[in-house]
């Protein structure tokens, strides 16, 4: 992760940094992921009990900033997100996922909490510049910073070994991302390559923090 954290911030834990209210002005490469999004050409390939499969999908996520965060002199800005996600002409959710994408100015590091209902969650970081239009976040099973941790059905038979998640700012308001979860699972030789990959386009534009109201 970039910068050290002594550099970066000195000796002092306690004191809290002075915070800009208005959280839109401060999201480094984040900014142009705010508001509310759809996808409509979203591909997932998972596995299957003969190989892997895969389903199209539409999605609708909503990015809203929140206040600033502080820990001490660490200073977050951030995004909160929930993403819903179904199969082409159906209402079933095929997928629903909450969290934070977070920026934090002093060491240029973007970090993603994810959270879903199938019991599992993570946190993924990754180094970028402020004005950056690619970046990616990763994480790691068994690490205690940027870390997976799992419910016991699937640690045993899907177990998550890593995650990475890459983010593409594109024009005309669009981003899209690639995300790949590296799985273990009992009676394969190699981990599985569990892919999601769509492109967003933006719906409605965010809606300022409380703060910066």
């Not at 839109?24 to 996808?39: K, Q, T």
């Not at 660490?74 to 909160?80: A, E, I, V």
Request: proline share 9%.
């Amino acid at each position: 992760m970039s910068g050290d954290w002594i550099d970066a911030y000195g000796a002092d834990i306690y004191t809290e940094a002075e915070r800009d209210p208005n959280t839109l002005d401060n999201l480094g490469p984040l900014a142009p992921m705010a508001g509310i999004w759809e996808g409509t050409g979203g591909a997932d390939v998972h596995p299957g009990a003969t190989g892997s499969e895969q389903d199209d999908f539409v999605e609708r996520i909503e990015l809203q900033p929140i206040d600033p965060q502080p820990n001490g002199p660490q200073l977050l800005y951030g995004l909160r997100y929930h993403a819903h996600i179904v199969k082409p002409g159906e209402i079933e959710t095929f997928h629903d996922q909450v969290g934070y994408w977070l920026w934090e100015p002093a060491t240029c590091t973007v970090t993603l909490t994810l959270g879903i209902p199938r019991g599992q969650v993570l946190l993924a970081g990754g180094s970028a510049a402020p004005d950056a239009t690619v970046f990616e976040v990763v994480a790691k099973v068994g690490s205690e910073t940027y870390g997976i941790v799992s419910n016991p059905f699937l640690n045993k038979n899907f177990r998550t070994l890593s995650y990475r998640m890459r983010v593409e700012i594109g024009t005309a308001e669009t981003w899209s991302y690639e995300e790949e979860g590296r799985l273990e699972i009992p009676g394969r030789d190699v981990p599985f390559s569990h892919i999601d990959r769509n492109r967003l386009s933006r719906i409605a534009p965010p809606t300022p923090n409380p703060l910066a109201r």
